[in-house]
């Protein structure tokens, strides 16, 4: 997709702020008169930022004049990505090693940031080995010893403990050093216990609306330094607030990523970052009608100006191509009326079914995929018009008519079918509905209200039965309060 595209691409754009340049010394044993290149993580994509020429004492510099932008880099020779180190506030610094022994024999100059991440690297692979004999015996599946099981979660969960414990007393000492940042960012939320309510029940709800609230007490949303990690943190983090904490309805996720946006704004490579992860979370979202989240994003940050110091005009015109299309008869809205040609000639107005429900199917005699989903849709029809009260309203999207009465025949399709470009309305159909690709398949109330649209052939029963029990109850409970 073509906004997929664009949307990538936003990603790869970068700021500077203090333009001091950058002059990295290094001395690697087993290199030599070879080129290397300096690369750095940005979400899920990594990128090279310089290239350096390797002497024949395998020394080599990257130098420029702009600072780079603080974040996890690495080394790259022979196609072959080689280690981590960091770039903090210091971009002046040599580091020495061993091609052979990268990590115990780093020798770091003028960097305290990276002494402290090299240092953290060696300690970590002292604990790995203190730990290993109690993971192999975790996670030998034939162990039957029970108490030999319980002793290694003991020993194991000490030296969890020493790492914890090294981990914070490095935050505290070294609070704005980007090695602290990243120990400080993947810190759990320590939720106190809930209190008891002036009845003396317990707040059930209130460890959940704590966790909640502060989920990124220990997460600086506008540290962009945090975007450029080996695995995508920052997004993930996103991700899993806005999914697993708020209920899945546009607006409540809307205000959720207005909140966000407000925290990031004071760094804008990070106000850009966030945007941007929402917007690719929700243009095609697992649960539909959040798209609808991303028509909210692009009305308050783009089409405003909000992000026109880095989105360009033609970034901006595909965001408002896609979201004008997501626009179209949107879940909750009014569906626009259709009159179109049977294939006997006559207008079917789908305004004119008065069933409980109605089905509004768009296909292409030619599509392979209409193929598949159209019998199915048939049986379904067929079964369940009378137990739901239904009917479908189908629009072709050829002109021929002689094709519709084909595939009607063929189909063994007894609904109405109508020819799209044979309409009585002044709008095409497809400025009316977000039906560009085919078969799409959107459901009305009796009100001709979207309740769902893009729903597979296969969900449709599972859907309308859920859909009846909750208006059921939704009226139950109306009921109850009158």
């Known amino acids: ?66 600072d780079l932008q603080q974040g996890v880099y690495f080394l790259v020779l022979n196609k072959t990505k080689f280690s981590d180190f960091v770039v903090g506030a210091d971009q ?16 770091v ?50 030296v969890s403990e020493k790492v914890l414990a090294y981990e914070r007393q490095l935050i505290v000492a070294h609070p704005s050093s980007l090695t602290a940042r990243i120990f400080k960012a993947t810190l759990p939320v320590v939720v106190p216990d809930p209190p008891r309510k002036a009845d003396g029940s317990v707040d059930s709800s209130f460890q959940f609306r704590y966790y909640r609230d502060h989920y990124f007490d220990n997460f600086d949303l506008a540290d962009d330094a945090l975007i450029r990690m080996p695995k995508p943190f ?64 692009y009305n308050r940050y783009f089409a405003t100006g909000e992000m026109d110091y880095w989105a360009n005009a033609q970034l901006k015109k595909s965001l408002k191509d896609y979201a004008d299309k997501v626009s179209r008869a949107m879940i909750g809205r009014t569906a626009p009326n259709l009159i179109m040609q049977d294939q006997n000639r006559k207008p079917k107005s789908m305004y004119d079914i008065k069933k409980k429900y109605t089905i509004l199917y768009f296909f292409d005699p030619d599509c392979g995929h209409c193929r598949q989903e159209s019998p199915k ?8 018009k009378s137990r739901y ?43 009316l509905y977000f039906s560009e690709t085919t078969p799409t398949l959107y459901i009305l109330d009796e009100k001709k209200k979207v309740i769902a649209r893009k729903l597979p052939v296969e969900k449709l029963d599972d859907f309308l039965s859920n859909y009846e029990k909750f208006q059921k109850r939704k009226a139950q409970g109306g009921s109850k309060g009158t």
């Open 234 to 297: 920052y997004k993930d983090k996103v991700k899993d607030y806005l999914e697993k904490l708020f209920v899945p309805q546009p607006d409540t996720i809307t205000q959720a990523i207005n909140k966000l946006a407000a925290k990031a704004k004071k760094n804008p490579e990070a106000y850009k970052y966030l945007i941007s992860t929402c917007l690719f979370l929700y243009q095609t979202p697992e649960i539909m009608g959040l798209d609808e989240v991303f028509v909210n994003l």
């Open 92 to 107: 002046r610094f040599g580091m020495e090693t061993d091609a052979d022994n990268y990590i115990a024999g780093m020798k």
């Open 1 to 66: 997709m073509r906004l997929i595209f664009f949307l990538s691409g936003i990603l790869s754009l970068s700021f500077s702020a203090g333009q001091t340049g950058y002059k990295l010394d290094f001395k690697i044993k087993g290199w030599k008169d070879t080129t290397v290149y300096l690369g750095y993580y940005q979400g899920e994509n990594t990128y090279l930022r310089d290239t350096a020429r390797v002497t024949s004492q395998g020394t080599f510099t990257f130098d420029g004049e702009k």
């Open 109 to 158: 100059n003028g960097d305290e940031d990276n002494r402290l991440f090299f240092e953290n690297a060696a300690y970590q692979l002292e604990m790995h080995k203190e730990a290993e004999p109690y993971i192999k015996i975790l996670q030998d599946s034939t162990l039957k010893d029970e108490q030999k099981k319980k002793e290694a979660r003991e020993a194991f969960a000490k």
């Open 377 to 384: 849709l048939v049986d379904f029809y067929n079964k369940n």
């Open 389 to 431: 009260d239904l009917e479908v309203f189908a629009v072709s999207a050829d002109t021929s008519i002689q094709k519709l009465k084909d595939y009607i025949k063929e189909m063994k399709m007894t609904w109405i079918t109508v020819d799209g470009p044979r309409s009585y309305i002044t709008e095409h159909y497809r400025n």
